[in-house]
């Protein structure tokens, strides 16, 4: 695991581009803080900070082919490596290591850029070709590990985070107000976009091909397989997930360092564990965390499941400093962020990185195998047919005042079944529909019906269950869950793995219909079935519950203060909302006339990253206090 960043075509040589690749690698220094390493030459810099995970002692990077001309820096894990290196020996290449990242030069001198789709992995790269002097990056398929990168004049810069960007000349970075309405609708900013204007984010499943002569090109290598008709029973479907899942688990598990898992005692992750147990003859170490709330606290649910699947457990129990938590938090990430949830993973990241290097994870399977309510809810709510009439009705609703009780439902009926889910998943932005955005800072941003709309259109077929599934997994699932785990777990130097996003298992499950993984009556049919006796019975029988923080109570106590204080917004938010719709909802919010939990928080962490990047937190590394925390470590 690395952090990779450089440059190419920039007419910078010599001790300047030393000196740059240093200053962008050093600002990632928390995602590999065991080595370094550089490449400058005639037109390209390539660098990394590395978090030893195979091949320790020998694997250091960049890493060349036989005669020099290729070199790479790579960030990720590649899991059929092994495979790939015998092939690659039969073909007569000589290896200098043992590490996944050597297999990438090799792989690249007979295939070329297309090598990517022999790869299986969560991964970004950067090969530089100085037989064509030519770059080619790449990122792993559902946007496991994280790349962004700006076209300059003759040249192009990229980094793992933003921060990289920023050491390398923040003079080119201005804060994208588009962006910004794209934060407040979603609680991230989603790809290709950044929060800064001229910079972006590599989509996974993509290629980014750079030369001096034809500039840049982006090229998709995988389209995700769309459902098919059925040529297995379901009990072969059974019998096959469940080799694909035993599979992928197995491939992850590979280290040369500490390695364990993080255990909420919810479906996936109680799967996670229970196939590693399988591939492991000593016991597993699993971590989770809780709060003190009761209604916050699944450490007594993960401890129970971690009895009986016979792990070494820890967990932790927290009342943390919730204001230095919330400022730590807001500014880990190299963009705006939202998701309150980071809390909870940045504390498991946090307890799991005390005692090993590598933990995997359960994310993904909620989008992959159907497990969010909201999926059986919009199911439930198909259109009645009525669209005129709920057209009207819905125009009449946005004429009425926000406090009119049913408004919300009536402009509801007007949407389409999309623009539904879309309501699920997206906050209103415009003033009419109840947003906060300044008019004049909304530009092309529209209603909330409209905010998916691309990426149905591009999928919408007959199985609508399937086509939310697909606009999570391209849409929530990198920007904001993979993103999540990635700046939480890196911000203490942690790797972690994601085995429920397995391209075999992603590509197997992406042709099962929608309703054999999700009805109006249960989630995750499919699923269910396959590890119904791998996992406890009382994981299969539990509701679905979030990775939740109890926002409610900190907002009327340790966090009142902010909201309070949202009433004026300062000068960096009065950039961007509407002064008197804030006071609005702090207003409902206080006296409890509805819940406006969600934009709260994204304003106040809005406010707190822009306040941060004034204060010229983005060139270095997340400042990571010692939090102090009243907590209980607890082991079986």
């Given amino acids: 695991m690395c952090g990779i960043a450089g440059f190419a075509g920039c007419k910078i040589s010599g001790q300047d581009a030393g000196n740059l690749l240093r200053a962008m690698c050093d600002a990632v220094a928390h995602r590999g803080p065991d080595d370094k390493g550089y490449h400058v030459a005639d037109g390209v810099a390539l660098g990394m900070r590395r978090l030893s995970i195979i091949d320790v002692a020998g694997g250091k990077q960049p890493i060349y082919n036989e005669d020099g001309s290729i070199v790479v820096v790579f960030n990720g894990e590649i899991y059929n490596h092994n495979l790939l290196r015998r092939q690659l020996e039969a073909l007569g290449h000589r290896f200098r290591t043992r590490c996944d990242t050597e297999v990438l030069v090799h792989l690249y001198e007979d295939e070329g850029a297309e090598m990517v789709q022999r790869l299986h992995g969560m991964f970004v790269f950067a090969i530089w070709d100085s037989r064509n002097r030519s770059l080619t990056i790449a990122r792993d398929h559902t946007g496991m590990k994280p790349i962004s990168y700006m076209v300059l004049e003759g040249g192009l810069v990229f980094c793992s985070e933003l921060r990289s960007l920023w050491a390398f000349k923040p003079d080119l970075l201005r804060v994208s107000s588009h962006a910004v309405m794209q934060y407040l609708a979603f609680g991230y900013v989603p790809h290709p976009a950044s929060i800064f204007e001229g910079a972006k984010k590599l989509p996974p499943g993509c290629l980014l091909l750079w030369s001096v002569d034809k500039g840049v090109e982006i090229r998709n290598y995988w389209i995700p397989p769309q459902p098919q008709i059925l040529t297995m029973n379901e009990q072969e479907l059974i019998q096959e997930l469940r080799i694909k899942l035993d599979a992928a688990v197995g491939s992850h598990m590979e280290s ?282 009382s994981v299969l029988m539990q509701p679905k519950r979030g990775f939740e923080v109890p926002l409610g109570s900190w907002f009327r106590g340790p966090l009142r203060h902010r909201i309070e204080a949202l009433r004026n917004p300062s000068v960096n938010l009065r950039q961007y909302v509407d002064t008197r719709a804030v006071k609005r909802l702090v207003f409902e919010h206080l006296i409890g006339r509805r819940d406006h939990s969600g934009m709260l928080w994204r304003l106040m962490v809005l406010d707190s990253w822009l306040e941060a990047l004034n204060n010229g937190y983005l060139g270095r590394p997340p400042v990571l206090p010692a939090l102090s925390y009243d907590y209980d470590v607890r082991g079986l």
């Avoid at 498991?348 to 290097?357: E, M, S």
């Fill in 256 to 537: 040369e360092v500490p390695l364990g898992a993080f255990l909420s005692g919810g479906l996936d992750s109680s799967t996670v564990v229970a196939l590693m147990t399988r591939h492991r003859t000593g016991r597993v170490r699993t971590f989770s965390i809780g709060f003190a709330e009761q209604k916050y606290d699944e450490s007594s649910v993960a401890r129970t499941v971690a009895a009986q699947l016979g792990t070494d457990h820890t967990d932790l129990i927290v009342r943390p400093d919730v204001e230095r938590m919330f400022e730590a938090v807001a500014t880990m990430f190299d963009e705006p962020f939202a998701d309150s949830s980071a809390i909870p993973t940045f504390l498991v990241a946090q307890l799991a990185r005390g005692a090993v290097t590598v933990a995997l994870s359960g994310d993904g399977g909620d989008e992959l195998f159907g497990g969010y309510t909201r999926y059986r809810e919009i199911l439930r709510r198909r259109n009645s047919g009525r669209f005129f009439l709920n057209k009207m009705l819905a125009s009449f609703g946005l004429m009425l005042p926000h406090i009119f009780p049913g408004r919300n439902r009536l402009v509801d009926l007007g949407r389409t079944l999309w623009g539904r889910y879309a309501a699920t998943v997206v906050q209103p932005v415009r003033l009419d529909e109840g947003g906060v955005a300044r008019s004049d800072q909304l530009g092309g941003t529209v209603y909330i019906a409209d905010q998916l709309h691309d990426y149905f259109t591009k999928i919408m077929g007959e199985d609508f269950a399937a086509a939310m599934m697909q606009v999570d997994l391209d849409t929530y699932l990198p920007g904001d869950i993979l993103t999540k785990v990635d700046r939480t777990s890196m911000a203490v130097s942690l790797e972690t793995r994601v085995p429920l996003l397995d391209v075999d298992l992603v590509n197997f499950m992406l042709q099962v219909p929608g309703y054999l993984r999700v009805t109006v009556d249960g989630s995750k049919r499919l699923f269910r079935r396959a590890v119904k006796g791998l996992v406890p019975d």
